[in-house]
């Protein structure tokens, strides 16, 4: 086993604010069952699925300081080393609307914008960084006002000096960011249709769209295809991944438990523990609210109901 230390860096962190309404529906009220807020980002989010698993990781990125309490009290209280550039403004806020058919509406509000002097800062905080950890995840969206460019420059950099570099996003910088050519990109059915210009929707389109990204020169493609399983393809093979059948709650978090799993696992240098340890956690997200790993009893259980083949 060779332990990895990882940086995971969110540009654009959020509070998740969640609520569970039984029957929602658009154009009337609506009744909260239960709600609750949490302070989220997707590189957050792989961050705390890391600590529970028991990696080192390192938090950074941008927060801003108007609202920054809630994550200041979940950092503490997960014990997670965050080491944030922190920005004027407020940090931005997800309604995310649970009904009981299991399907999640999303209402996604803008936050901070960044100077010059704020990305300067951070890139010297990544290169600082870089001394003592191994590997970079760029996980989520971008502040409005940065330009998808600057991430991958940064992420070229990182690479050339060694470094495995990770890129969980979508649209313009899932675009832009797979020329950095990183160690792992994990889109799922939707970004991957996106990023190739075709739908992607069974598991024989996601098999041949984790081809063509590999052979860009891409070490790790990991497409998520919900219930019909996880694709892992390398230079020398392709695997799927397929899970059992679970009651859904919420797929909130759930890409990110993805690439935390399969990150954490990274350690073992063993195929099948990384697509299986990615899988279980991935599924062990959905049956919840709530970003974690709630026990890893359960998470031993459900890596034995993974099947994984050629």
Known sequence: M????????????????SAEAE???????????????YAAGKGINVAKV?????????????????????FDEMFDASDLDAQFV?????????????????????????????????IDRLHRKLLELEKDHDGYIFAGSLPENMDESVVTSWMQELKQLGKKVVL??????????????????KPNENEASELLGRPVESIEDGVTAAKELVELG???????????????????????????????????GAGDSVVAGFCWASQFDNP???????????????????VGVVSMSLFDQMIKQILVRP
């Open 2 to 17: 060779n332990p990895i230390k990882w940086v995971s860096v969110t540009l654009n962190p959020a509070i998740d604010l």
């Open 23 to 37: 029957d929602f529906a658009v154009n009337q009220v609506n009744i909260v069952k239960e709600q609750y807020r």
């Open 50 to 70: 890391m600590s529970d698993l028991g990696a080192s990781v390192t938090l950074t990125g941008f927060l801003g300081h108007n609202n920054q309490e809630l």
């Open 86 to 118: 922190s920005v004027d403004g407020t940090n931005r806020t997800n309604i995310k609307v649970h009904a009981s058919n299991g399907e999640t509406t999303d209402i996604n509000f803008g936050g901070f914008s960044v100077l010059p002097d704020d």
């Open 168 to 185: 969980d996003s979508s649209k313009a910088m899932l675009k832009q960011g797979v020329f950095a050519l990183p160690w792992l990109i």
């Open 218 to 252: 891409i070490d790790n493609v990991l497409i998520s295809m919900g219930e019909k399983g996880l694709i892992w393809a390398t230079e020398t093979e392709v695997l799927v991944a397929t899970p059992p059948k679970v009651e859904l709650v919420s797929t909130v």
């Open 272 to 290: 099948h523990r990384q697509i299986v340890s990615a899988t279980a956690i991935g599924t062990l997200a959905v049956s919840q609210v709530g």
